[in-house]
Structures are given as structure tokens and as C-alpha cells.
Nanobody, 127 residues
């Protein structure tokens, strides 16, 4: 059972990246999946969440609303975070986490409740 985040890299301000959170050993269909980030010397910050596929609602932190979009591909058992109009302050290690839908909603995910955590992927926004 594993949750793996990927897709990070170096991008110029104003650019885009798409992060992936892929699950193996279990189906993300029944899970709320969130993203959070942590920059050096700063507290971790919740970024977004997509509800389990029975609902599919999406939620975003104010700092990324209108720029980031989360979605899921059930066939690939993967959740994505499309990040557009990136800013230097978006630089951080990004993590994904999954909470089974029967254990709570994205509200709990925003408080970092999770059954599974993925390893981080570095996103650097710099010219």
C-alpha cells in the first residue's frame, strides 16, 4: 500500500506544473485526497482537497484559489494538482494525503487527518 507524489521541478514565475498523487494497493475512489506544502522554516500549509468520488467536491486554500485545480482520474487511480500562474511563494515541498471517505470529509483532511501520506515532491519557482 503506497501513495506517491511526483511531478515537481523548477519553473519560472508565471509558469505551470502538474503534480500527481498515485495510489497502489488501494483505490483512491473511496478517499478524500488532499495536498499540502511546507517551505523551509515555515509551518505546513494545506493547499487543496478533492472529496471521495461519491461527491467529488473540491476545496482550496485562499492562497491558491483561482490558480490551482485538483482533479482525479479513477482509471489511473491518481489525483492531480494543476498549478498555474506560479509565484515564488509557491516554492515548497508538496505532499499528498488520503483519508477514507467513511472517516471524514475534506474538512478533516485540511487538518491533516489521513490514512496514507505520500512522500514529498519539490516545487521551486524562480527566475
Amino acid at each position: 500500500v503506497q501513495l506517491q507524489a511526483s511531478g515537481g521541478g523548477l519553473v519560472q514565475p508565471g509558469g505551470s506544473l502538474r503534480l500527481s498523487c498515485a495510489a497502489s494497493g488501494f483505490s483512491l475512489y473511496y478517499y478524500n485526497v488532499g495536498w499540502f506544502r511546507q517551505a523551509p522554516g515555515k509551518e505546513r500549509e494545506w493547499v487543496s482537497c478533492i472529496s471521495s468520488s461519491r461527491d467529488g467536491s473540491t476545496f482550496y486554500a485562499d492562497s491558491v484559489k483561482g490558480r490551482f485545480t485538483t482533479s482525479r482520474d479513477n482509471a489511473k487511480n491518481t489525483v492531480y494538482l494543476q498549478m498555474n500562474s506560479l509565484k515564488p511563494e509557491d516554492t515548497a515541498v508538496y505532499y499528498c494525503l488520503a483519508l477514507q471517505g467513511t472517516k471524514g470529509t475534506c474538512y478533516r483532511v485540511s487538518s491533516f487527518a489521513a490514512d496514507y501520506w505520500g512522500q514529498g515532491t519539490q516545487v521551486t519557482v524562480s527566475s
